[in-house]
């Protein structure tokens, strides 16, 4: 099973700045089947980045995926207010499939 | 529009049985694989079981494999869990998730709101 490592576990940031946050498998994900998912609380969770990099239907341009291999990181340009929440890398690569537990954004 | 609801959550007493449903709308049911995954309260999202389009390939999280059981009815749009033998851990909310990609590599690009299971005496 690969295990998904998530940093940090919550970032504090003010608006406009810029969020990175890492996601670590234990072993390689296979051909970087790697997503990335934002839940606000009491909702469920919506997709943002799939296959590392491509980002879904309807996502803003400040929302961004790279890394290969182990490494993987989604990048927001500039945080908007809606943006603060928890989000999730998943991996798609191997069964089972797994998550990450979760970086939390919220407001400096 | 695109839309999936779970229902059947409930309170239900460890040892004893549950089935979930998802109903599918807005987009041809049976040409996605589908899945859930739940969310034990305060803690993070854990893939329970996938099934392909024709119900061909089912897969299930070690935690669940025996007990919980996936299944799917193209013709009416709808996705099912069946669960047995329950206990507090798998209190959670399970969310019903349209799954794209292929056979058991699927990432999760519609998801419902989600049904809340709590196994308690």
């Known amino acids: 099973e690969i295990v998904l490592t998530q940093s940090p576990g919550t970032l504090s940031l003010s608006p406009g700045e810029r969020a990175t946050l890492s996601c670590r498998a234990s072993?390689?994900?296979?051909?970087?089947?790697l997503a990335w998912y934002q839940q606000k609380p009491g909702q469920a969770p919506r997709l943002l980045i799939y296959?590392?990099?491509g980002r879904a239907t309807g996502i803003p341009d400040r929302f961004s995926g790279s890394g290969s291999g182990t490494e993987f990181t989604l990048t927001i340009s500039r945080l908007e207010p809606e943006d603060f929440a928890v989000f999730y890398c998943?991996?798609?690569?191997?069964?089972?499939?797994?998550f990450g537990g979760g970086t939390k954004v919220e407001i400096k | 529009e695109v839309q999936l609801v779970e229902s059947g959550g409930g309170l239900v007493k460890p040892g004893g049985s549950l089935r979930l449903s998802c109903a599918a709308s807005?987009?041809?049911?049976?040409?996605?694989?589908m899945n859930w995954v739940r969310q034990a309260p305060g803690k993070g999202l854990e893939w329970v079981s996938s099934?392909?389009?024709?119900?061909?390939?089912?897969y299930y999280a070690d935690s669940v494999k025996g007990r919980f059981t996936v299944s799917r009815d193209n013709a009416k749009n709808s996705l099912a869990l069946q669960m047995l033998s329950l206990t507090a851990e798998d209190t959670a909310v399970y969310y019903c998730?349209?799954?794209?990609?292929?056979?058991?590599?699927?990432?999760?690009?519609?998801w419902g709101k989600g049904t809340t299971v709590i196994v308690s005496s």
């Open positions: 998730a349209r799954g794209r990609g292929w056979d058991y590599n699927l990432y999760m690009d519609v």
């Open positions: 807005g987009f041809t049911f049976s040409s996605y694989h």
């Open positions: 099934i392909t389009t024709s119900s061909s390939n089912i």
């Open positions: 072993q390689s994900v296979n051909s970087n089947y």
């Open positions: 296959a590392a990099s």
């Open positions: 998943q991996q798609y690569g191997s069964s089972p499939l797994t």
